[in-house]
């Protein structure tokens, strides 16, 4: 159990070795009967047959339906990265300028949602969003017309924005805590402006966190399931519930799998890139 | 450190008006006596409360999940704290790709899993088992446990161990009365989050479980597409009151900023 660093012996394996099986055979094991399956061919009539083909892969790159729903899927994350982004980074900075207990207060109110179940909060949006929901009524006090905002990509937004706030708040937050303030300081008693001081002091300071909350905001939205399964109605359609249908509607599990494994891909090659990006940057810092 | 100024102060109130909204109007529409979705305007009713405790459904699905839960969180502290201490305490060859497997599931999203487990339930049979529902979720909420346990045993202090061990205490024998006291906090923190995760998941479950299995996100979601009424609200307001008393709970013990934000 506790020995000496130094020592050689097999005990590592034994002590990870049943998690290690356990998850090799849970994750690994599974993930290539996905891929395997993704290359079987599909008959609507008589189900998954034992040839192999290319065709899901051709399919969803080339057909309209398909292609349109991944642009849908592109643009839906691209802007909530950029809503949250935008939002989020003047938070964690007001965050971090608050003193106890409201700090602590509100950090909790912040990032305390996280741990609300998606389906719960998808559901508030549904109704806040809704035809007679809250905004709309509050539209019509103040004499303006009702829209339409449920079941539009616009409501998906704004209920994908709540839901991924905190995954860009905390590593800016985290950033934040590294800062010294009174570097801050030195560069207004320097005579810059708050502006200058927040552009050329704080920011760069703050960018690899505010980075990795783009990277995990755009990766969960992208692959989000409850939020436009429940706002974005039968005919909106993204990634996830695109392949949900596939499987438990159109029984068509080849061509599911074969979005599955592309979402998969393109999250890992934004981990990777991700991943080259701060070892560039810790070298250059470090000369 | 500076103070905030009115515009900071404006921008941050309405963050907080947005953050807290959604949940704020369920809570509200919850305790409404009127049969659609509407603010308790007319005086309040636990009619929708009681009606989900009559919804056989509802509570089958409710017990179903807590019991997942549980069973998935424990057996993940199981997995974890050895993994933990293989890979805190020792340097041998394949550690980083041992850590990197354990922590895969946060990366691979919760979309892909569900269809990769789907795939593997259908070839081994295991539709409609309770018993790999839990797998699937003990692969899911491992990683939460095993990266607070991680952050314990990083901050540990080593030479009460060395003591032990230096006095003629088994390595058993100090992980017990030693090391295990000293990260119980991380443990006990680590094992909350991966039930509070496991009870809210859906992504993957709505794959892999089948009507007898069938958990309570999942249940909301199916309900929620298929009709709305207050009920709806009623449950969700229940699962928020839950989550608060967790968070509660972990905030009061552990500091929840240090538990979803990391160990700095």
Same mark, same amino acid.
């Given at each position: 159990?506790?020995? &000496?660093? $130094? $020592?050689? $012996?097999?005990?590592?394996?034994?002590?990870?070795? #049943?998690?290690?099986?356990?998850?090799?055979?849970?994750?690994?094991?599974?993930?290539?009967?996905?891929?395997?399956?993704?290359?079987?061919?599909?008959?609507?009539?008589?189900?998954?047959?034992?040839?192999?083909?290319?065709?899901?892969?051709?399919?969803?790159?080339?057909?309209?339906?398909?292609?349109?729903?991944?642009?849908?899927?592109?643009?839906?994350?691209?802007?909530?990265?950029? @809503?949250?982004?935008?939002?989020?980074? #003047?938070?964690?900075?007001?965050?971090?300028?608050?003193?106890?207990?409201?700090?602590? @207060?509100?950090?909790? =109110?912040?990032?305390? #949602?996280?741990? !609300?179940?998606?389906? !719960?909060?998808?559901?508030?949006?549904?109704?806040?969003?809704?035809?007679?929901?809250?905004?709309?009524?509050?539209?019509?006090? =103040?004499?303006?017309?009702?829209? &339409?905002?449920?079941?539009?990509?616009?409501? @998906?937004?704004?209920?994908?924005?709540?839901?991924?706030?905190?995954?860009? =708040? @905390?590593?800016?937050?985290?950033?934040?805590?590294?800062?010294? #303030?009174?570097?801050?300081?030195?560069?207004? $008693?320097?005579?810059?402006?708050?502006?200058?001081?927040?552009?050329?002091?704080?920011?760069p300071q703050v960018s690899l966190g505010m980075l990795s909350g783009c990277l995990i905001v755009f990766g969960l939205s992208a692959s989000a399931f409850a939020i436009p399964g429940l706002l974005g109605g039968r005919r909106l359609k993204m990634a996830a519930t695109l392949v949900y249908d596939e499987y438990l509607h159109e029984l068509n599990w080849p061509l599911g799998a074969a979005i599955a494994i592309i979402v998969l891909v393109a999250n890992l090659l934004i981990m990777l890139a991700y991943n080259r990006m701060v070892e560039t940057r810790a070298r250059r810092m470090l000369g | 450190?500076?103070?905030?100024?009115?515009?900071?102060?404006?921008?941050?109130?309405?963050?907080?008006?947005?953050?807290?909204?959604?949940?704020?109007?369920?809570?509200?529409?919850?305790? %409404?006596?009127?049969? %659609?979705?509407?603010?308790?305007?007319?005086?309040?009713?636990?009619?929708?409360?009681?009606?989900?405790?009559?919804?056989?459904?509802?509570?089958?699905?409710?017990?179903?999940?807590?019991?997942?839960?549980?069973?998935?969180? %424990?057996?993940?502290?199981?997995?974890?704290?050895?993994?933990?201490?293989?890979?805190?305490?020792?340097?041998?060859?394949?550690?980083?790709?041992?850590?990197?497997?354990?922590?895969?599931?946060?990366i691979i999203p919760h979309l892909v899993l569900g269809v990769a487990f789907l795939r593997l339930f259908a070839l081994v049979g295991a539709t409609g088992s309770f018993s790999w529902l839990v797998a699937t979720h003990i692969v899911i909420v491992t990683p939460y446990v095993l990266r607070l346990v991680l952050a314990a045993l990083s901050g540990l202090d080593r030479s009460a161990e060395q003591a032990a061990l230096t006095l003629g205490a088994s390595s058993w024998t100090t992980f017990r009365r030693i090391t295990a006291p000293m990260i119980l906090p991380g443990i006990t923190g680590g094992w909350l989050l991966a039930f509070i995760n496991s009870f809210d998941e859906l992504t993957m479950s709505i794959f892999v479980t089948a009507p007898a299995t069938v958990t309570l996100p999942v249940r909301m979601y199916m309900y929620a597409t298929e009709s709305i009424d207050p009920m709806m609200a009623a449950v969700s307001a229940l699962m928020i009151a839950l989550t608060a008393a967790a968070m509660l709970v972990l905030d009061r013990a552990f500091g929840l900023d240090k538990i979803l934000v990391g160990q700095r």
């Open positions: 159990m506790i020995s &000496r660093p $130094s $020592s050689r $012996s097999s005990s590592p394996w034994l002590l990870a070795g #049943p998690g290690a099986l356990f998850f090799a055979g849970m994750i690994l094991l599974p993930l290539a009967l996905t891929v395997i399956l993704s290359f079987r061919v599909y008959d609507h009539a008589t189900g998954i047959k034992d040839a192999y083909t290319l065709s899901h892969y051709i399919a969803v790159v080339t057909d309209e339906y398909y292609l349109g729903i991944f642009w849908r899927t592109l643009r839906v994350a691209a802007m909530t990265t950029l @809503i949250c982004a935008v939002i989020g980074a #003047p938070e964690a900075y007001i965050l971090a300028r608050m003193r106890n207990p409201w700090r602590s @207060i509100f950090l909790l =109110v912040i990032i305390g #949602p996280l741990l !609300v179940s998606v389906v !719960v909060r998808a559901f508030g949006w549904s109704m806040l969003l809704g035809s007679q929901g809250l905004v709309n009524q509050a539209l019509q006090l =103040v004499g303006l017309s009702p829209v &339409r905002l449920l079941y539009t990509e616009t409501a @998906i937004v704004i209920a994908l924005v709540h839901v991924m706030l905190p995954f860009m =708040v @905390i590593p800016i937050w985290t950033a934040l805590q590294k800062l010294d #303030p009174m570097v801050e300081a030195a560069a207004w $008693s320097l005579g810059a402006s708050r502006f200058t001081a927040l552009r050329r002091v704080v920011l | 450190m500076q103070k905030n100024g009115p515009l900071a102060l404006l921008f941050h109130g309405l963050v907080v008006a947005f953050v807290l909204a959604p949940l704020v109007i369920i809570c509200l529409v919850a305790f %409404t006596p009127e049969n %659609t979705l509407s603010l308790p305007t007319g005086g309040v009713s636990l009619r929708w409360f009681k009606a989900v405790f009559a919804h056989p459904d509802f509570v089958a699905s409710f017990w179903n999940s807590i019991w997942l839960a549980t069973l998935s969180a %424990t057996l993940a502290v199981a997995f974890a704290v050895p993994a933990g201490l293989a890979i805190s305490r020792f340097t041998f060859a394949g550690r980083d790709a041992l850590n990197a497997l354990f922590l895969s599931p946060l």
